[in-house]
C-alpha cells in the first residue's frame, strides 16, 4: 500500500505565501513524475504544476512565475511554494505522484492525496 499525504494549507490573504508538501509512504521502489492539482469550488480539476525524476519542471499558466515545484527523492517529498497568492488560487490542492511499487515493478500507478484546503483572503 501507498500514501500520499498533503500538508501546508491554510488561510492566507492576498499576495502572501504558502508552502504545501506531500510525502508518499510505504512499499516504494521508485517514482516518476509528481504533480500538484488543484480544484476550486465548482470548477473541473486542473493541473498546477509537475515534475519529473530528475527535477524538470512544467507550471500552467496561471502558476507560472508565482509557484514553484520542488521534490526530494530522498524523502519521496514534493512541495509547491506559492508566492503572491490570489484569491482565485483558493482551491483544495492535491498531490499526484505515478509510483511503481515493490508489489509490481511493471507498472506504475496512479496515486492521489486526500487534498489540503487553500484559502486566500482578499
Known amino acids: 500500500q501507498v500514501q500520499l499525504v498533503e500538508s501546508g494549507g491554510g488561510l492566507v490573504q492576498a499576495g502572501g505565501s504558502l508552502r504545501l508538501s506531500c510525502a508518499a509512504s510505504g512499499r516504494i521502489f521508485s517514482i516518476k513524475s509528481m504533480r500538484w492539482y488543484r480544484q476550486a469550488p465548482g470548477k473541473q480539476r486542473e493541473l498546477v504544476a509537475s515534475v519529473t525524476t530528475g527535477g524538470s519542471t512544467n507550471y500552467a499558466d496561471s502558476a507560472e512565475g508565482r509557484f514553484t515545484i520542488s521534490r526530494d527523492n530522498s524523502k519521496n517529498t514534493v512541495y509547491l511554494q506559492m508566492n503572491s497568492l490570489k484569491p482565485e488560487d483558493t482551491a483544495v490542492y492535491y498531490c499526484?505522484?505515478?509510483?511503481?511499487?515493490?508489489?509490481?515493478?511493471?507498472?506504475?500507478?496512479?496515486?492521489w492525496g486526500q487534498g489540503t484546503q487553500v484559502t486566500v483572503s482578499s
Open positions: 499526484n505522484a505515478d509510483i511503481i511499487t515493490i508489489a509490481n515493478f511493471r507498472v506504475a500507478v496512479d496515486y
